[in-house]
């Protein structure tokens, strides 16, 4: 285990480590947390009952955040024909069919949301070693395959936040920056949480949602209250 420095240690006196904190609390203490000279994203990080390796328990899903990542998100479309045009419209900042690909087996990938046409899947497809592990992978489940381009470039730059649980049941993603107004953070947090809550398997027996945690870059975790996550 590393060790813990002055500044980290001091507010970690601040959090109670018995409490677990509502989302409306957790969202103003985490300002007192930071002692970062950037702004740091704030994440939440929630521990789920169910067993992935079950592919009816698999939580997999998006979520657009009513205010936002905080960031500029640059987005690639595969399409072609018609399809460039509409994607260029909406506000794609790349748009491009076997050239793009090209030069994403190039090692290019300057761009943090990728989207395509059903019809541009064949060339896609080949590049799932590269773009999958990134979390860049088109996929019709969370609607970034599709030919409502114009739709799916908007929620992309608005803050759509995909989210998948790993094997260990875990699903951590991004709300926000610290730098948000209280209420914008708490808004990101609800809307994060309740469409967890809203994707819970029919399969799944037992607690569904056991633990969860909100933090920003280099803070402590702040433990939520999970009773009212129904």
């Given at each position: 285990?590393?060790?813990?420095?002055?500044?980290?240690?001091?507010?970690?006196?601040?959090?109670?480590?018995?409490?677990?904190?509502?989302?409306?609390?957790?969202?103003?203490?985490?300002?007192?947390?930071?002692?970062?000279?950037?702004?740091?994203?704030?994440?939440?990080?929630?521990?789920?009952?169910?067993?992935?390796?079950?592919?009816?328990?698999?939580?997999?899903?998006?979520?657009?955040?009513?205010?936002?990542?905080?960031?500029?998100?640059?987005?690639?479309?595969?399409?072609?024909?018609?399809?460039?045009?509409?994607?260029e419209a909406a506000g794609a900042d790349f748009v491009g069919g076997d050239d793009i690909a090209e030069k994403i087996r190039g090692g290019w990938l300057d761009f943090e949301a990728a989207i395509?046409?059903?019809?541009?899947?064949?060339?896609?497809?080949?590049?799932?070693?590269?773009?999958?592990?990134?979390?860049?992978?088109?996929?019709?489940?969370?609607?970034?395959?599709?030919?409502?381009?114009?739709?799916?470039?908007?929620?992309?730059?608005?803050?759509?936040?995909?989210?998948?649980?790993?094997?260990?049941?875990?699903?951590?993603?991004?709300?926000?920056?610290?730098?948000?107004?209280?209420?914008?953070?708490?808004?990101?947090?609800?809307?994060?949480?309740?469409?967890?809550?809203?994707?819970?398997?029919?399969?799944?027996?037992?607690?569904?949602?056991?633990?969860?945690?909100?933090?920003?870059?280099?803070?402590?975790?702040?433990?939520?209250?999970?009773?009212?996550?129904?």
């Amino acid at each position: 285990m590393g060790k813990i420095g002055k500044k980290h240690k001091e507010v970690l006196k601040k959090v109670d480590a018995e409490k677990h904190y509502s989302i409306e609390e957790a969202s103003s203490l985490l300002k007192e947390l930071s002692y970062t000279k950037f702004d740091p994203t704030v994440e939440v990080a929630m521990n789920l009952g169910v067993d992935p390796r079950h592919a009816d328990q698999n939580v997999r899903g998006a979520v657009v955040l009513p205010n936002g990542l905080g960031r500029k998100v640059r987005v690639l479309v595969f399409a072609k024909g018609e399809k460039i045009k509409e994607a260029e419209a909406a506000g794609a900042d790349f748009v491009g069919g076997d050239d793009i690909a090209e030069k994403i087996r190039g090692g290019w990938l300057d761009f943090e949301a990728a989207i395509a046409t059903p019809d541009m899947m064949a060339v896609v497809g080949r590049l799932g070693k590269i773009l999958a592990p990134r979390g860049l992978m088109p996929n019709p489940k969370v609607g970034t395959v599709t030919m409502d381009l114009a739709n799916a470039v908007k929620e992309a730059k608005a803050g759509r936040v995909e989210f998948r649980v790993n094997k260990a049941g875990i699903i951590q993603a991004p709300v926000g920056k610290l730098s948000f107004e209280v209420g914008s953070l708490q808004e990101n947090i609800n809307s994060f949480v309740d469409a967890i809550v809203k994707a819970k398997p029919a399969a799944t027996k037992g607690t569904y949602v056991k633990s969860a945690y909100v933090s920003s870059t280099m803070s402590p975790s702040v433990r939520l209250d999970v009773s009212a996550m129904k």
